[in-house]
């Protein structure tokens, strides 16, 4: 029996990907997470697939190109309605790729209007009258002003995409929106008949988010940070359940890499060596050095794993970072350590790990690529927009996995999360 989905999803990042996708299971959808674009079928039930494209910052045509083929292929899943997610901050440059890629889907899904709205306020991401705040301050006033890739000096949003899109670009304001999808509704065609394609929309609170989500009901394409996902699921007759966020049975053995070294993940691995856990530290300039660094440490686990989870991490504080880059290179550094714990991931699901948490965006790239993941379930949230997931490596092996990025979760996360699946 070939599994039909409902919602299609294309993310232009892996870690906005399963934003996305804890928000959706957590509406009410059991959602399934590509990366990339699938080359078979899907490995479990889904009512949503999210494909995670890298995609934010490449050139224009070649986003529009990936998010093409996501597109082809979530259709050919029966998708009925398509969202393309970008960051709540509404990450791009003068060339895109938010507008390009929006409208080559438009073109492909011959629709001639939808919405852009990154507001996500559960993440203090709110949209007043076109403007994007980040907390209490313009999105131009944020530290996005002098982000190294996307540098966002402009709040209002009704231009930034403007200068992105050949379509014109207009406004539902937050007056409308606290009116109600009726209202909602008749302000969409009111635009429509202005001739504009697409629409910023506002939206204070969760509130507003569940106001605008009747009036998506028949869009073809919704485009928005990963805020609106919360009203979509209703629109199909779904309802928050916990059998949307249900996995198989975890069994076999756990284990934590960690290669972040934000502040949050500091004080997760302090807290778990402090309450007695099993850890070992990897030295990158041993890494560097040439010593088998990762061959070591599996020798060191291997034997503890049968009494509980082993930390591996090469997480430091700023300073040590810092020194470590100064000799290495940040580049450098940064791709010696992904590698080594990667291979210290492989290793461990090798021996028989089944439950393994990563902390790190970038580490957790490295080691899902690693481990040849390709498809991951989405199941329950550990802390926000942390979920536990289900997987299948290249060998077969199926595997419990939590992928935290840099500053999310509580002090105990690594308890927690065990303690979840026991
Ligand atoms: P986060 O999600 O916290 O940003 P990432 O995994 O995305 O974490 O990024 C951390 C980066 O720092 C990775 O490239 C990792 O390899 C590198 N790194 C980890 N530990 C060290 C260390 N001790 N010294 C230098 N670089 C490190």
Redesign the pocket.
């Known amino acids: 029996m070939t599994n039909r989905i409902l919602l299609g999803c294309i993310a232009d990042d892996f870690t906005g990907a399963t934003d996305l996708a804890n928000n959706l299971v957590r509406a009410g959808m059991r959602v399934v997470q590509t990366i990339g674009v699938p080359e078979g079928p899907l490995d479990a039930a889904a009512d949503a697939v999210v494909v995670a494209l890298k995609s934010r910052t490449i050139p224009a045509f070649e986003a529009v190109i990936q998010s093409s083929a996501a597109l082809d292929w979530l259709q050919s899943q029966g998708a009925r309605q398509i969202y393309f997610k970008y960051c709540s901050t509404f990450d791009s440059t003068a060339h895109g790729n938010i507008g390009p890629v929006t409208e080559a889907l438009m073109d492909a899904l011959d629709t001639d209007f939808t919405i852009a709205t990154p507001a996500f306020p559960d993440n203090q991401r709110t949209v007043f009258k076109g403007h994007l705040f980040v907390g209490d301050v313009l999105l131009s006033d944020s530290g996005m002003r002098n982000h190294p890739l996307t540098p966002m000096t402009d709040a209002n949003l009704v231009r930034v995409m403007q200068a992105q899109c050949r379509r014109k670009v207009g406004l539902v304001d937050y007056k409308v929106v606290a009116a109600g999808p009726e209202a909602i509704t008749r302000r969409f065609a009111e635009l429509r008949a202005e001739g504009v394609g697409i629409a910023i929309v506002d939206a204070l609170g969760n509130e507003d988010l569940l106001r605008l989500g009747p009036a998506l009901k028949d869009m073809p394409l919704v485009t928005a940070g990963s805020g609106v996902a919360i009203a979509l699921p209703a629109n199909f007759g779904l309802a928050p359940s916990a059998a949307a966020a249900e996995l198989p049975r975890a069994s076999g053995m756990s284990a934590i890499v960690s290669?972040?070294?934000?502040v949050a993940?500091n004080r997760q691995v302090q807290e778990f060596i402090s309450a007695g856990g099993r850890a070992l530290a990897l030295e990158?300039l041993r890494i560097a050095a040439g010593e088998p660094v990762a061959q070591q440490a599996l020798a060191w686990a291997e034997p503890l794993l049968a009494q509980g989870p082993v930390l591996v991490y090469?997480?430091?504080e700023v300073q040590?970072?810092k020194a470590?880059?100064g000799r290495l290179g940040v580049a450098q550094?940064?791709a010696l350590?992904?590698r080594a714990l990667a291979e210290v991931a492989r290793g461990l699901v090798e021996v028989g790990v089944r439950r393994l948490v990563v902390a790190?965006?970038?580490?957790s790239g490295a080691c899902v690529q690693a481990l040849g993941v390709s498809q991951m379930q989405i199941g329950p949230q550990i802390d926000p927009g942390v979920p536990w997931c289900h997987a299948r490596t290249a060998a077969g092996a199926p595997i419990h996995l939590a992928l935290k990025?840099?500053?999310f979760g509580s002090d105990d996360f690594f308890t927690k999360a065990f303690g979840m699946l026991a």
């Not at 290669?259 to 934000?262: I, L, R, V």
């Not at 790190?360 to 580490?363: C, H, I, K, V």
């Open positions: 290669g972040s070294c934000s993940t990158p090469s997480t430091a040590a970072v470590v880059q550094a940064g350590v992904e790190g965006g970038e580490t990025s840099g500053n």
